[in-house]
C-alpha cells in the first residue's frame, strides 16, 4: 500500500537545511520527547508552519492512583457480576426459603460494595484537589 497522492501545491518539495547551536538543538529535543508522535522534521514544520505543538506531560505520582483505581473497578465489577447471579436464582426459585436466603446473600455481597465506593470516592476526591485548584 503506497503513500496518499496529495496536490501539486501542498506536496513537501523543497528541502531546506540549516544549523541551530547546541541551545536551540536541546530545546526542540526536550520538545520532541514530549510528543512521541512528532519527528525532528515534522515539528520544525510545525513550527515554521505556526501551527500547535503538543507537548504532552505524564504525572508519575498519578500512577499508584490509576493502578488503585483500575483494581476497584476490577473488585466492583466482580461484585457485580455475584449480584446478577444471585438475583437470576433469587427469580427462579419460588420458594419463599429459597427467595430469602438469595435475597440475604445478595444484601451481603452489596454491603461489600459499600468500602470500594468510599476507596473510589476518597481516590476522586484527592484527584479533584489536585486538578481543579490550578
Given at each position: 500500500?503506497g503513500?496518499?497522492?496529495v496536490?501539486?501545491?501542498?506536496?513537501?518539495q523543497?528541502?531546506i537545511?540549516?544549523?541551530?547551536?547546541?541551545?536551540k538543538?536541546r530545546?526542540?529535543?526536550r520538545?520532541?520527547?514530549q510528543n512521541p508522535?512528532?519527528?525532528?522534521?515534522g515539528?520544525?514544520?510545525?513550527i515554521?508552519?505556526?501551527?500547535?505543538?503538543?507537548?504532552?506531560t505524564r504525572d508519575?505520582?498519578?500512577?499508584?492512583?490509576?493502578e488503585?483505581?483500575?483494581?476497584?473497578r476490577?473488585?466492583i465489577?466482580?461484585?457485580?457480576?455475584?449480584?446478577?447471579?444471585i438475583?437470576k436464582l433469587?427469580?427462579?426459585?419460588p420458594?419463599?426459603?429459597?427467595?430469602?436466603?438469595?435475597?440475604?446473600?445478595?444484601?451481603?455481597?452489596?454491603?461489600?460494595?459499600e468500602?470500594?465506593?468510599?476507596?473510589?470516592?476518597t481516590?476522586?476526591?484527592?484527584l479533584?484537589k489536585?486538578?481543579?485548584?490550578e
Amino acid at each position: 500500500m503506497g503513500r496518499r497522492k496529495v496536490s501539486e501545491e501542498m506536496a513537501l518539495q523543497h528541502e531546506i537545511k540549516t544549523r541551530v547551536n547546541a541551545e536551540k538543538f536541546r530545546e526542540l529535543q526536550r520538545i520532541l520527547s514530549q510528543n512521541p508522535n512528532k519527528d525532528m522534521s515534522g515539528l520544525v514544520r510545525d513550527i515554521l508552519d505556526n501551527r500547535p505543538v503538543k507537548i504532552f506531560t505524564r504525572d508519575i505520582t498519578l500512577d499508584n492512583l490509576m493502578e488503585e483505581l483500575a483494581n476497584l473497578r476490577t473488585e466492583i465489577r466482580a461484585i457485580g457480576i455475584n449480584i446478577n447471579q444471585i438475583t437470576k436464582l433469587f427469580n427462579t426459585y419460588p420458594e419463599p426459603r429459597r427467595k430469602e436466603f438469595y435475597a440475604r446473600t445478595a444484601f451481603a455481597e452489596y454491603r461489600a460494595i459499600e468500602p470500594k465506593i468510599e476507596q473510589v470516592l476518597t481516590i476522586i476526591s484527592k484527584l479533584a484537589k489536585r486538578w481543579l485548584s490550578e
